[in-house]
């Protein structure tokens, strides 16, 4: 039997998250998976996530991490990058909560 975990949804969990990272022979901390996870809900919440997508912002999230850079994890209309700043500066100060 196999399990599948749906992993490119606002409603997803950062084990999801980690789940599909390993698949992808991507390996990071808890605390990466996690914030990672918040990034894709972020995006998620601006518009529909697919799973290319979701594998994607993963890739990108971690050679960022890996090189130290802050490059954009998906490309994003204008509109899109405004409201992406709109969900981070809601976001700042309180923390994203991450499920399981």
């Not at 390993?22 to 995006?43: G, R, S, W």
Request: hydrophobic share 40%; net charge positive; glycine share 4%.
């Amino acid at each position: 039997m196999t399990r599948y975990v749906h992993f490119a949804s606002r409603l997803t969990g950062w084990n999801a998250i980690k789940s599909r990272a390993q698949q992808l022979k991507i390996e990071m901390t808890d605390a990466q998976y996690k914030e990672c996870t918040a990034k894709i809900k972020q995006l998620a919440d601006i518009r529909p996530i697919a799973v290319d997508d979701a594998d994607s912002i993963i890739r990108a999230y971690h050679r960022n991490v890996k090189l130290g850079e802050n490059k954009p994890l998906l490309e994003l209309t204008a509109a899109e990058k405004e409201a992406l700043v709109e969900k981070e500066k809601e976001g700042a100060g309180k923390e994203v909560e991450v499920s399981a």
